[in-house]
């Protein structure tokens, strides 16, 4: 019998099984931060669409650390947030089984783009969906400060329902991304009352998030379809000259127990899994309206965060933006769960204030040299494509 001389560490984790394709495309909330009630009423979550990345210099603010006070250029991620709209409020009672909904409260008006998301097929649809539901504020709300009540009197934990207008976002897409977001802070009759006042309105990135504030983003990695083992799991190839191929286990498992087991590496789908990436630093919060959103103290030129061009495949940004540090899950255009940190922080990185000196806007697209067009156009001269259009 063969014998293994020293140890071997497996390749890949078994802590993310089952590799399979995630159920729903956006990332979902598993848990929110605990609540306190000393703080005032304030969403936990938010919804954005990835763009692109980019790069930024700054200058480190991290005493003992041999970098202190010197320049270091980061990789960033631009997430497009605009804002979200409030349209209902659940609440929640705890059982010995976990939470179950009470109630569920909808606002009166419902837009098209959230109504398209209860739909397989829209424009074959009646478009009936809440018309029944919208009588019950004309004949005077009773039963909606019934339902009101109810979650004041029974209820632990109160959320609130918040879609995306996805329409401003130009991803060509109508149907709006629907979500439960916890409330936290205040008492149970005053995040009820929040809920209700803003039903119907638009709550901004700047409402939840802040710079300098340490968020997990959730979403659903990239998918890579049926990929072998190789690749999925990392395994070492075979000799050059094996028969049947190199790029697989050459051993998947013992004569007994005779059926392979759970943990040993096989081919099968990789990517678009459900993932929870914690504690990425925000280093920008900022409107869309801003004509100086990257800009900074030292580098002066107004100028946006779109890169020329446009980000790759995603286009400009035109509306709220949050800016984090380094890479995040998904692809481009996907809908990305922004949610905030369920620790205190107490670590020098993250307490760390970041001043960005310069943020990279040059086209992702290629080499790019130039940060505006304007620089572009003093480099290069008026060119016949600018003639023609004068034309």
């Not at 179950?100 to 397989?120: G, I, N, P």
Request: net charge positive.
């Amino acid at each position: 019998m063969s014998h293994r001389k020293f140890e071997h560490p497996r390749h890949g984790s078994l802590g993310f099984l089952p590799r399979k394709r995630c159920r729903s495309h956006r990332g979902k909330v598993k848990s929110f931060p605990r609540d306190d009630t000393k703080k005032p009423v304030h969403l936990t979550a938010f919804l954005g669409y990835k763009a692109g990345m980019t790069h930024v210099v700054r200058d480190l603010d991290r005493p003992a650390s041999k970098m202190h006070k010197k320049e270091i250029v980061e990789a960033v991620t631009i997430i497009e947030t605009p804002p979200m709209v409030i349209v209902g409020v659940v609440g929640y009672i705890e059982t010995p089984r976990g939470l179950r909904s009470l109630t569920t409260v909808w606002a009166e008006h419902l837009s098209e783009e959230l109504r398209r998301r209860f739909y397989k097929n829209w424009y074959k649809s009646k478009k009936k969906a809440f018309t029944q539901y919208a009588t019950k504020y004309a004949e005077g709300a009773k039963d909606i400060t019934r339902e009101l009540e109810r979650i004041k009197k029974y209820a632990q934990v109160v959320r609130v329902l918040a879609h995306t207008q996805v329409r401003k976002v130009k991803l060509g897409q109508k149907k709006a991304h629907l979500v439960e977001i916890q409330l936290n802070g205040g008492s149970i009759s005053q995040k009820v009352d929040w809920a209700k006042e803003h039903f119907e309105k638009e709550v901004g990135i700047n409402a939840v998030f802040e710079q300098n504030e340490n968020v997990d983003v959730i979403g659903v990695t990239k998918g890579h379809g049926y990929e072998g083992v190789t690749h999925r799991w990392g395994t070492k190839k075979l000799p050059r000259k094996t028969h049947r191929g190199l790029r697989k286990v050459a051993c998947i498992g013992a004569w007994h127990p005779s059926r392979v087991m759970y943990s040993v590496p096989r081919a099968g789908q990789n990517g678009y899994h459900h993932r929870t990436e914690m504690n990425k630093k925000i280093y920008r919060v900022s409107k869309g309206t801003d004509a100086a959103s990257g800009s900074t103290e030292i580098d002066i030129t107004e100028k946006t965060i779109n890169p020329q061009g446009g980000f790759p495949h995603y286009g400009m940004v035109n509306e709220d933006f949050i800016m984090i540090k380094g890479c995040c899950v998904g692809t481009r255009k996907r809908v990305l769960t922004l949610r905030k940190s369920l620790i205190t922080h107490t670590s020098r990185a993250s307490l760390e204030k970041v001043d960005l000196k310069f943020i990279d806007t040059s086209s992702k697209f290629g080499h790019g040299r130039f940060q505006t067009k304007e620089e572009k156009h003093t480099f290069m001269g008026t060119l016949k494509k600018d003639l023609n259009k004068e034309q």
